[in-house]
């Protein structure tokens, strides 16, 4: 499957490598491929720099962002939040067009060391970009959980825990339940309906950070359990 | 142990007899108690009206805000979240004063039949509480769960699911997330540090409804899971 992706750091090399290591053709989009390609610093998350993450990964091709969104017959959002509407004009609305746009970024902004988010609670990221795209049938989902995860959930608790699914399109909503368990092996994806829904799964971030320091580890995610046995699930 | 709670719908009154059963000293309070003695109808989540209610628990006695919080070692708030504030004021900070106020309510806003919270993100309700009544030790937990799974979290998956703590005072937390085991029976207390992460624990609730939704049950809970592990737990 020919997937772009928008986004160089540390997320979107996470899902470029485990996409492509399934056999799916893979363009990566940055602002400028020439600029991503002289860096030699690492990454904020201490995800080394771009062109040593390609040599390891030569499938990988890196494109401007208009490149990565016509080359994909799904697009997936993991630009820096604070980014991503400006990185979607620049991917061109007519590159997006009809086609499923995954968004997996956060607005989180971090100010005197606590992290909140710019849009939140009657809006969303996901929704602006849906209004800003209304051509795309935009679908938010493992925004969630930290990168690695994403790609393997298998690594955390056997896999027993939840991602979820928010956004307008229901047969998109489906079909991306469908490419998370096919791509990653995610086997509980909840579908939480409309693109109002992304607000609930945006705002679980501050939560998340905090769970984070509390365990001391990223290696962790939440699962939705039911009933009345302890092995229960509900998907 | 002397327990006072402030309100008397589905939250209050059912934190009011899973304590009395246990044998603490539980007085609920209520604006007027004459006219809460009077109520005929259901709340609005179906349950019954208070006297209905008091007269199967004849051991749970019924006081104003003020009465309540004097007589409680420990105060819960389990008023409606927005009108806390002014509960808690009835209550009087003089009987506030030096203790654990357990805050278990959300700032709760529907409109248009999505659920937003009224203060969310860079505050919180548990802030709110605490700046204006400074006197108290504020201690956020049981927000994230149906009432019937804080008093008896057993009932879903066999009690492997977490409750969070949230506040400024670090042994108030201990304390609060002891009474949690010995009421209760909560097995997985996660403590997630100072009273800013109430805002993560308050931000759940759009999450938290959407699921509902998904499931069609509000009898779940989020656990966390980390490790590789299908049974590992954290706490």
Redesign the interface.
């Known amino acids: 499957m020919r997937i772009g992706i928008l986004g160089t750091g540390s997320v979107g090399t996470t899902l470029a490598g485990a996409l492509a290591a399934r056999g799916n053709e893979v363009v990566v989009g940055t602002r400028d491929p020439a600029g991503t390609m002289a860096r030699t610093e690492p990454g904020p998350m201490g995800n080394p720099p771009f062109p040593a993450w390609q040599a390891e990964h030569p499938e990988v091709r890196l494109g401007t962002f208009a490149e990565a969104a016509e080359h994909g017959e799904v697009v997936i959002n993991a630009s820096n939040g604070a980014a991503s509407l400006e990185v979607l004009k620049l991917a061109g609305a007519e590159h997006l067009e009809g086609k499923i746009l995954v968004d997996v970024s956060n607005p989180l902004e971090f100010s005197g060391g606590?992290l909140?988010?710019w849009v939140?609670?009657?809006d969303s990221l996901a929704e602006r970009i849906q209004r800003a795209f209304p051509g795309a049938k935009v679908v938010k989902t493992l925004n969630t959980m930290n990168a690695q995860v994403m790609v393997d959930p298998g690594?955390?608790?056997?896999g027993?825990?939840h991602v979820?699914v928010?956004g307008d399109d229901p047969q998109a909503r489906t079909r991306v339940a469908g490419l998370l368990r096919d791509w990653f092996g995610w086997r509980h994806v909840?579908?939480?309906?409309d693109l109002?829904?992304a607000?609930?799964?945006e705002?679980?971030?501050?939560?998340?950070?905090?769970?984070m320091?509390?365990?001391g580890?990223a290696?962790?995610?939440?699962?939705?359990?039911?009933?009345?046995?302890?092995?229960?699930d509900?998907t």
Chains 1, 2 share one sequence.
């Open positions: 606590v909140s988010l939140a609670n009657t690594r955390v608790a056997g027993e825990h979820f928010s909840l579908d939480l309906g109002t829904s607000r609930g799964a705002m679980i971030l501050p939560l998340w950070i905090r769970v320091g509390s365990l580890t290696e962790f995610n939440f699962r939705i359990v039911t009933g009345a046995a302890p092995a229960a509900p």
